[in-house]
T-cell receptor
């Protein structure tokens, strides 16, 4: 079963705009990770946020985590056409650090 | 640093045939993962190895799927016999240890006729 659920399922924006994707989950976690997947390729790790952290930045990426609401958001600022991809959140909640992925958000950035 | 290598990239077989996938993780990574990704969904963990020992195989259909990681380096995943529902991309990932970022290969796209 998939714990994380991303919202929206699909998002289309213009280059230069910001993109926000949300992830909700059901059980307690050790950490939450975001990955990007370009069509026909493997996943690429973007950022990891631990359960005791509230916000984390990496370049144009900003991730927030609200453990009381069991939700996270990924903000991509000043989007580029190259950001077009599927974005997945993955939760790590077990003793063996098993990742459970959501269904993803398909982001399309139009030039 | 070389990435995670997987082969083949594509495979087409008929149902009830057998198939094997190979993965070579990043050098020095102790943890290796096999995922199944069905079109339109996120990856689902099939099996997780720590060195050459199995940490989690709770979602591996053991009646038809098997995996091994001899010598704690590269790994093979086998399906025998294949069913139509096994059509998916099979992704291999590795990490230095459990709990951190995972590095993925580009996967093997399996089509069952």
């Amino acid at each position: 079963s998939q714990q994380g659920e991303e919202d929206p399922q699909a998002l289309s924006i213009q280059e230069g705009e910001n993109a926000t994707m949300n992830c909700s989950y059901k059980t307690s976690i050790n950490n939450l990770q975001w990955y990007r997947q370009n069509s026909g390729r493997g996943l690429v790790h973007l950022i990891l946020i631990r359960s005791n952290e509230r916000e984390k930045h990496s370049g144009r990426l900003r991730v927030t985590l609200d453990t009381s609401k069991k939700s996270s958001s990924l903000l991509i600022t000043a989007s580029r056409a190259a950001d077009t991809a599927s974005y997945f959140c993955a939760t790590d909640g077990g003793s063996n650090y098993k990742l459970t992925f959501g269904k993803g958000t398909l982001l399309t950035v139009n030039p | 640093e070389a990435g995670v290598a997987q082969s083949p990239r594509y495979k087409i077989i008929e149902k009830r045939q057998s198939v094997a996938f190979w993965c070579n993780p990043i050098s020095g990574h102790a943890t290796l993962y096999w995922y199944q990704q069905i079109l339109g969904q996120g990856p689902k963990l099939l099996i997780q190895f720590q060195n050459n020992g199995v940490v989690d195989d709770s979602q591996l259909p053991k009646d038809r799927f098997s995996a091994e990681r001899l010598k704690g380096v590269d790994s093979t995943l086998k399906i025998q016999p294949a069913k139509l529902e096994d059509s998916a991309v099979y992704l291999c990932a590795s990490s230095p240890d459990s709990g951190g970022a995972q590095h993925f290969g580009d996967g093997t796209r399996l089509s069952i006729l």
